[in-house]
T-cell receptor, first 115, second 112 residues
C-alpha cells in the first residue's frame, strides 16, 4: 500500500518568516494530496489540496507544490503568523471513482511561530 | 447544520468497563472512518466503512469493534477498556465521489 513520509516533525520559525513542510509518497497511483491543519484540542481541517494534474496551487499565504516524478509534495507558508502554530498533516489519496479515496496520512509536523 | 458529531467529547472510565463512542454525520456520506490519535501525534486508522453493513479493520490493531446499521451512524465499542486505550478518537467521513475528508471534534478517552 501507500507510504507517506513527512518532514520535519517539528519546526520553529520567527513570525514573518516562511515555513516549508515536505512529504513523500510511494504509490505512483496516488492522485490527490490534501493538507490538514490541527490546532491544539481541535479537529483537523483541510487548508489546501492539489491534484496530480497540477504542479502548484496557491491560496493567499499558503501554497502547495507537487513533483510527480520525484513523488514529493510540499506545503509553503509565507509571512507566518502566531495563529499558524498548529500540527500540519499531509495525505495522499488514490481516487478511484465512487469507492476510491483511501487516505494515507503523514506523521504530522508541529509548527511553532515565535512572535 | 451539516456536520459530523461525536459523543461523549470527554470521558474517564475504569479499567474493564465497556464503552461506546458515538459518531453521527448529517451529510449523507457513504464512507466513514475511526482514527486514534495521541495529542499532536499521527493519525492511526483503526476502522472504516464503505456503507451500510460494511466494516473493515484499519492499519492499527485495535481491540475495538464497529457497526454500520445506518448510513449516518458509526459507533465504536470497547468491550473492556484498558489504560492503553487512553487516547483521542476521531471519527471522519467522506462522500462517495468526494475528496474532502471531514473530521468530528473527537472523543477524549481516559481509562484509569
Amino acid at each position: 500500500g501507500e507510504n507517506v513520509e513527512q518532514h520535519p516533525s517539528t519546526l520553529s520559525v520567527q513570525e514573518g518568516d516562511s515555513a516549508v513542510i515536505k512529504c513523500t509518497y510511494s504509490d505512483s497511483a496516488s492522485n490527490y494530496f490534501p493538507w490538514y491543519k490541527q490546532e491544539l484540542g481541535k479537529r483537523p481541517q483541510l487548508i489546501i489540496d492539489i491534484r496530480s494534474n497540477v504542479g502548484e496551487k496557491k491560496d493567499q499565504r499558503i501554497a502547495v507544490t507537487l513533483n510527480k516524478t520525484a513523488k514529493h509534495f510540499s506545503l509553503h507558508i509565507t509571512e507566518t503568523q502566531p495563529e499558524d502554530s498548529a500540527v500540519y498533516f499531509c495525505a495522499a489519496s488514490i481516487s478511484a471513482g465512487y469507492t476510491g479515496n483511501q487516505f494515507y496520512f503523514g506523521t504530522g509536523t508541529s509548527l511553532t511561530v515565535i512572535p | 447544520e451539516a456536520d459530523i458529531y461525536q459523543t461523549p467529547r470527554y470521558l474517564v472510565i475504569g479499567t474493564g468497563k465497556k464503552i461506546t463512542l458515538e459518531c453521527s454525520q448529517t451529510m449523507g456520506h457513504d464512507k466513514m472512518y475511526w482514527y486514534q490519535q495521541d495529542p499532536g501525534m499521527e493519525l492511526h486508522l483503526i476502522h472504516y466503512s464503505y456503507g451500510v453493513n460494511s466494516t473493515e479493520k484499519g492499519d492499527l490493531s485495535s481491540e475495538s469493534t464497529v457497526s454500520r446499521i445506518r448510513t449516518e451512524h458509526f459507533p465504536l465499542t470497547l468491550e473492556s477498556a484498558r489504560p492503553s486505550h487512553t487516547s483521542q478518537y476521531l471519527c471522519a467521513s467522506i462522500s462517495g465521489w468526494g475528496n474532502t475528508i471531514y473530521f468530528g471534534e473527537g472523543s477524549w478517552l481516559t481509562v484509569v
